[in-house]
């Protein structure tokens, strides 16, 4: 089905309100999930926008013997916007078809079970809430949609994106044996702010089928779609997976095809991206031979300072200040890049000040001298102090420094994340995480999880823990690393004395970017030998981390 914008939209007006054309195929085979043969069934599209939905659902309530004239008492569709309303009548016309169509915010219509309300009960739901991020949902909508999804007993954290609370409410349209046929980003999968959204598909609905694709579904949108297909009451133990190339096998699947999937009570659900197979492979092989992060050092923020381009000084800004050894610390730069290989030595520090990268962070201890002066003026002359975390500590330029880590990590990448050992002995800012070792920890912890954490297990385990960011960035937060499944100590210990002796070697091959080939050697050591597992089994953990990385960036790094 061709479609054009109707008259006074746009493609940028569109994405602004995450409005995207859904294939027909989604729309065709949603709507008859939703409907499951019921002649009588009516639906609802909260968001009808381009209509596929509800030009979807009365052509299958035609196709089950329902009377033209009878569709606009059992098909119904809600938006905002009058052109699109106008659209979809205008194409439900030139099919003899008919719905009734509602103008107006979904957010402000009342559920059925209140007085006062514009709909009915529904036997199903179906549509493609609009995709808006949390920095542009906000305002008085924002607050509509939460309390919408408080009512149904779902309280949403300011992070939520659009999606989740109109979900949440559509819902609360149903019958309590009623379905919902829903597109979702897969977001529902692996972003924290939608966990209480994953507890309530357990507990709200009796079955709940997930349909993943492996290609994108949108061409005018970059984000990763899920097919929500769940329906009755009660709770579930379950759910049924589904994977799909793309929309044109949907006309193929059959609910008996799926495979059974117990989700984690608490948590993402990114591993369910997986096959069962392999799904149980990471799990026995992590639990028998790796441990938390955590078991070895908590990894922890760096110094927030509020005004990282300030605080974080060259070699060139400190001499032309004059500020005194008193005045400052040692730092990494901020950034990553700065911590290339698996170690940030003395040799790397005192490179990175002759390249005049910011190795210092202001932080005096004594009383202010004439240059420390100089420079608090010059950061009053920019408007410094007004940052927040300025106007929250005094003096404004003193910030609280961290302790001197044993281990960096580098929590955002487009691959996975690092573990780097500071022989540096250099503080940080929150650029990166760092880890201080546990005093029960194996001294050679700090050389060897570095160089261990390259392995495939790990890898994956991070693809599993960590958030999808936008442009694929992999991003994980304190707790999240913390969870970061590491050799654990005996495994440690095996591999170490394997792989120690060309310590260098290594740090020189991660530095020239030669990752696969570190990996290579790694897994040999950490799964092959020490956890003993086949060569197939390594291959499939890795393919698993790549792959997840490539529906992550939608590209093979």
């Known amino acids: 089905m061709s479609r054009s914008l109707a008259p006074l939209d746009s493609p940028a007006l569109r994405k602004q309100r995450g409005a995207f054309f859904t294939p027909p195929a989604i729309a065709e085979y949603l709507a008859k999930w939703g409907i499951g043969g019921r002649a009588d069934a009516k639906v609802l599209d909260p968001t009808s926008g381009e209509g596929v939905f509800v030009l979807a659902a009365a052509r299958q309530l035609r196709a089950l013997g329902v009377a033209d004239s009878g569709l606009s008492g059992q098909v119904y569709g809600v938006d905002l916007h009058r052109a699109s309303i106008n659209e979809t009548q205008s194409l439900l016309s030139d099919e003899q078809l008919d719905a009734r169509l509602l103008k107006g915010d979904f957010f402000s219509e009342i559920a059925p079970s209140q007085l006062g309300g514009r709909l009915p009960w529904m036997d199903a739901v179906v549509g493609n809430p609009p995709f808006v991020r949390y920095q542009e949902h906000r305002g008085e909508v924002r607050q509509r949609s939460a309390a919408a999804a ?16 109109l979900l949440v409410h559509a819902c609360g349209f149903l019958k309590p044996d009623g379905r919902v046929a829903m597109v979702v980003p897969s977001e529902l999968l692996t972003v924290g702010y939608a966990e209480p959204i994953r507890r309530w598909l357990r507990k709200r609905f009796s079955t709940v089928h997930l349909v993943l694709f492996d290609q994108l579904q949108f061409s005018d949108a970059e984000e990763q779609v899920v097919l929500l297909v ?43 991206l997986m096959p069962s197979d392999r799904r149980s492979l990471f799990r026995r092989v992590a639990g028998a031979h790796f441990t938390e992060l955590a078991s070895y050092g908590q990894p922890e923020l760096g110094t927030v300072t509020g005004a990282n381009k300030f605080f974080a000084l060259s070699e060139a800004t400190r001499v032309q200040y004059g500020l005194r050894a008193e005045d400052l610390v040692r730092i990494v730069p901020p950034g990553s890049r700065h911590v290339p290989g698996t170690r940030f030595t003395e040799a790397d520090w005192e490179q990175q000040r002759f390249e005049g990268a910011r190795v210092w962070l202001l932080s005096p201890t004594g009383r202010a001298g004439a240059g420390l002066r100089r420079y608090v003026a010059h950061g009053e002359s920019l408007g410094v102090q007004e940052a927040y975390k300025c106007t929250i500590r005094s003096p404004w330029w003193r910030p609280p420094v961290v302790p001197v880590p044993d281990l960096f990590f580098t929590y955002m990448s487009h691959r996975f994340p690092r573990l780097v050992a500071n022989e540096a002995r250099a503080t940080f ?6 880890v201080v070792l546990r005093e029960d920890a194996p001294p050679v912890a700090k050389e060897a999880l570095p160089l261990l954490a390259f392995n495939s297990l790990t890898i994956l385990g991070a693809e599993i823990l960590g958030r999808s960011y936008g442009g694929g960035i992999l991003k994980m937060e304190p707790r999240e690393a913390a969870s970061l499944p590491v050799p654990n100590q005996d495994l440690l210990q095996t591999a170490w004395a394997e792989l120690s002796p060309r310590r260098s070697q290594f740090d020189a091959a991660v ?28 291959a499939a953990l890795r393919n698993e981390a790549l792959k997840l990385r490539r529906r992550r960036t939608r590209r093979d790094i």
Not at 151 to 162: E, I
């Open 150 to 165: 408080l009512a149904q007993g779902v309280r949403l954290t300011g992070l939520a994106s659009s999606w989740a609370a």
């Open 230 to 272: 769940a329906g009755g009451s009660g709770g579930c133990d379950a759910f049924a997976l589904h994977q799909v190339g793309d929309a044109g096998d949907l006309s193929a699947l059959h609910p008996f095809d799926a495979t059974p999937v117990a989700p984690l009570a608490e948590g993402k659900w990114t591993d369910m």
């Open 429 to 434: 800012v929150n650029s990166m995480h760092g």
């Open 511 to 538: 530095r020239a970017g030669a990752w696969e080939s570190v990996i290579d050697e790694v897994d040999t050591a950490v799964l092959r030998q020490g956890a003993r597992l086949r060569a197939d089994q390594v």
